[in-house]
């Protein structure tokens, strides 16, 4: 649909939808699949809307709210972004609250009033206390106009980030039977997509799904050195003397996080750590000078990057594998918004497995003291074990090196064999170090280009390399990324097990930091006034006060 055509759709028959667009949010051009899902909620259709990370979901459900005179409740997982979102409502013009444990009893007292005094258009809440007895009584009293369900894919067990209150949401259903629902989420498979059908009882459901491919990002997976130079080195290819391309640099653990924030501090390296173990003030001074520009680097865990519309951000990196393709999707593609090039980088390590696998034994123990996996838990598989198939093919994706990075991704979210990306990949080029800046004009247009390098009977097609792109394959060694004198990396494609005694197979910690812990005696940590010590069973790892890892909840 044209911007033209979509303005006059969205101004049929008296709509005030397109000027409430162009007056509050100050635009007049829509993005891909945002024209689609408002017309489905304007016509008070159940919606399932797969938009990738930067798409502008929020938009779709906010701007018909705002011409409503009933209220829109928002489900949201996190605090921080509900905070975020009202925020910018607020600033926009637009009456919207939360209703969440970070407010005094108090303040939510006041907010319940306003709202039976219809003061507000969109409200934000939990699935926690949506489904509780007590917000449904509060719900049922108020005149609604539809349930918008951010971060959809915590409802199914094989997403990347299930909720087990988000799968009680389908008392929705059931209490409104007749009221318009609408889930939107940054990544998902066919799988979970049918879960979220399912669980929600959505009623014949418009679905919209996005292009998963982000041609503007070079994607690129290295093997692991220990020490901090290996990443020194990549952020500093993307500085010069006079400016600081933005990044951010994913890690596992909040420990972790805080490490390797002081290493680079120490090697010069301006940035700020971030993860849901930090006061609040601290958080919001992070992102808020992030979004500023006032800061170029983060260092953060999971918990960064919900609500984070930087359009600049040229390089994203993982210190490890991430525990799923989904979050790898959701977390580069907050990189390149503005379509120039940005590098997206995996420093892996093929102890990664392992380290997740351990953790997710532990989650497996929780489920199991609270009756919802192991003996007598249901037929189905356990989440954790549902996790372990993710993290598998997070690993091969990671360990693949004939197969172009940009088609594996599309074939996991179910979107086909892609051409071949030609130059946007490890995999597809080798001896273009990450963040170079790569020539267009290595083939003339209408030539042959070479296969050199690339093993028999691989799955791999030149149809689709780019005409004027540069033919670099897969060199004959079989190693690919930079090329430098000395340095090994190269992965087999088909491996189970590390090697014994590779002193470069180090896990995060051992590698970012010259302080190493002692797993088996346990080590004091101090914060603030506490000081909490636990004995980590982890090899290379070190978690404080119970889990901490990258799944953190902020709610």
């Not at 502008?56 to 905070?83: D, F, H, N, W």
């Not at 006041?110 to 489904?131: A, Q």
């Not at 983060?298 to 609500?307: K, L, R, S």
Request: hydrophobic share 35%; charged share 20%; with cysteine.
């Amino acid at each position: 649909m044209t911007q033209q055509s979509a303005k006059s759709a969205l101004s049929a028959d008296g709509s005030v939808l397109w000027p409430t667009i162009t007056t509050h949010w100050q635009t007049d051009t829509l993005r891909l699949l945002q024209e689609d899902a408002l017309l489905a909620i304007l016509a008070d259709r159940d919606l399932l809307a797969v938009m990738p990370t930067g798409s502008g979901k929020s938009l779709c459900y906010q701007a018909p709210a705002a011409t409503r005179e009933r209220l829109t409740v928002v489900v949201s997982p996190l605090i921080a972004l509900m905070k975020d979102q009202v925020d910018a409502l607020n600033r926009r013009g637009i009456a919207a609250a939360f209703l969440n444990s970070s407010q005094h009893p108090r303040e939510q007292d006041e907010i319940m009033r306003d709202l039976r005094l219809f003061k507000y258009k969109l409200l934000y809440i939990s699935p926690e206390r949506l489904t509780c007895p007590e917000g449904l009584a509060m719900l049922t009293q108020l005149p609604l106009a539809s349930f918008a369900i951010d971060e959809a894919h915590c409802i199914s067990q094989w997403g990347h980030d299930f909720r087990p209150a988000y799968s009680q949401l389908c008392i929705i259903r059931q209490v409104w039977p007749d009221m318009p629902i609408h889930a939107f989420t940054a990544s998902a498979t066919l799988k979970v997509r049918m879960d979220i059908i399912d669980s929600l009882k959505l009623d014949d459901p418009i679905i919209l799904v996005g292009d998963v491919d982000r041609p503007n990002l070079f994607l690129c997976v290295e093997q692991r050195r220990p020490g901090i130079m290996q990443l020194l080195e990549f952020i500093r290819s993307h500085h010069s003397a006079t400016h600081a391309s933005p990044g951010i640099v994913y890690c596992a653990t909040r420990r972790e996080t805080e490490l390797i924030a002081d290493q680079l501090e120490a090697d010069g390296i301006v940035c700020g750590a971030y993860h849901a173990g930090l006061e609040d003030d601290r958080r919001r001074q992070v992102q808020d000078e992030f979004m500023r520009g006032g800061l170029d680097l983060v260092v953060a865990t999971i918990a960064f990057g919900m609500g984070i519309d930087r359009p600049d951000i040229r390089f994203i990196a993982h210190t490890c594998m991430p525990s799923s393709m989904e979050i790898y999707h959701q977390e580069i593609g907050r990189a390149g918004r503005d379509g120039l090039h940005a590098d997206c980088v995996i420093f892996y390590s093929f102890d990664d497995i392992e380290w997740w696998s351990r953790l997710f034994e532990w989650d497996d123990q929780e489920l199991m003291w609270q009756g919802q996996a192991g003996p007598g838990a249901s037929g189905k598989r356990s989440y954790p074990d549902q996790k372990r198939a993710l993290l598998q093919a997070m690993d091969d994706y990671c360990t693949e090196r004939t197969v172009c990075r940009h088609q594996m991704l599309c074939e996991y979210f179910g979107q086909g064999a892609q051409a071949l990306c030609g130059y946007r990949c490890d995999n597809c080029t080798a001896g273009i170090p990450a963040g170079s800046k790569t020539s267009t004009t290595g083939i003339p247009a209408g030539s042959n280009t070479s296969t050199a390098g690339i093993p028999a009977g691989s799955n791999t097609n030149t149809a689709g390399l780019r005409a004027g792109g540069p033919s670099r394959g897969v060199s004959p060694a079989g190693n690919y990324g930079p090329a430098r004198a000395g340095k090994d990396i190269s992965f087999p494609n088909q491996r189970k097990e590390a090697p014994t005694g590779n002193p470069t197979l180090l896990s995060c910690s051992q590698r970012f930091s010259r302080w190493k812990p002692t797993p088996e005696k346990g080590v004091g940590v101090t914060r603030g006034n506490r000081s909490r010590a636990r004995r980590c069973s982890l090899p290379g790892r070190w978690a404080t006060g119970g889990h901490s890892t990258g799944y953190e909840n902020m709610t």
